[in-house]
């Protein structure tokens, strides 16, 4: 990417096409045609808008002051990588809050508990911070069931900057205990399984947790070996609203950074003087 971020759409475009295609990162491939297009002013400069600068009005000027914002020469003119990033900028203005399940309640019956919240890693970020866990649990089957779907936010490397919703599979956990207010269950694994999981409800005190310990079989993944646990992973399912609030702000705050700085300059200005009176 480094390498080729400063070519020209018609550089590109100028390479043999055996070339581009081999040493070319599909991303500058298509900025590159984006940029060749009859319309590609139009388009961009509606893209500048939404990152306020003068985009339809003053083509150039934009251009350079966007420029100016990314730490490239003003040229006038853009690069593939400048173009991918135009759009990835503006692409980041139209996301908004979007609506996600937080429930955060349990109950449990003499033959069936129930459990909905978010899952967070205690002492460590989890890969996928918006997310809803669903656990039925039926004493008569001596299974626990374990729903999640979570929700990805795009970053520079996704394709589309639009979220994602990812459905896991329904895991199927084994009852080891059913007392009272409590019930605890273990996934199956196999003898040579890397890693044990099991379950701990509590609906008396309303903690819930995953524990994930090494069991001591192989570890790796894709061919990459994985590095046994220092310590048990604890995981609890909690009220998400907070977790989900933190995680969309971060979202809103990467795509005000990305405005014209003078017009963020303006505006942290403003902020600033309206918060002293």
Same mark, same amino acid.
């Given at each position: ?88 900028? +503006? ?8 609506? &996600? ?5 349990? %109950?449990? #019956?003499? /033959?069936? =508990? ?78 040579? +399984? ?8 509590? &609906? ?5 947790? %995953?524990? #994930?310990? /090494?069991? =001591? ?61």
């Amino acid at each position: 990417m480094t390498k080729y971020r400063n070519y020209t759409p018609k550089q590109v475009s100028d390479m043999p096409e055996k070339q581009r295609g081999s040493v070319m990162p599909i991303a500058y491939i298509f900025a590159a045609q984006r940029g060749l297009a009859v319309d590609s002013e139009l388009f961009f400069g509606m893209q500048l808008n939404q990152l306020m600068y003068p985009g339809v009005q003053d083509y150039k000027s934009a251009v350079r002051a966007f420029q100016a914002d990314l730490g490239d020469p003003q040229t006038g003119e853009l690069t593939v990588y400048q173009i991918d990033q135009l759009e990835y900028r +503006s692409d980041m203005q139209k996301l908004e809050y979007v609506a &996600f399940p937080d429930r955060f309640n349990s %109950f449990k #019956t003499a /033959n069936y =508990g129930r459990v909905e919240g978010a899952v967070t890693i205690l002492d460590d970020r989890i890969a996928w911070p918006i997310n809803h866990h669903k656990i039925n649990c039926f004493k008569s089957e001596n299974t626990c069931e374990v729903q999640q779907v979570m929700l990805v936010p795009p970053d520079e490397k996704s394709w589309a900057q639009r979220y994602q919703v990812m459905i896991d599979s329904t895991k199927y956990y084994n009852i080891t205990r059913w007392a009272g207010d409590t019930i605890d269950a273990e996934y199956p694994s196999e003898p040579d +399984s890397c890693r044990a999981v099991s379950l701990s409800l509590n &609906f008396k005190t309303k903690e819930f947790f %995953f524990i #994930t310990k /090494n069991a =001591g079989g192989k570890c790796e993944i894709l061919g990459q070996a994985l590095d046994k646990l220092s310590k048990p992973r604890i995981s609890q399912v909690v009220n998400g609203k907070k977790i989900f609030d933190k995680e969309f702000e971060r979202i809103k705050k990467s795509a005000y950074s990305f405005l014209a700085s003078d017009i963020r300059k303006k505006v942290d200005e403003a902020v600033a003087k309206a918060s002293k009176k």
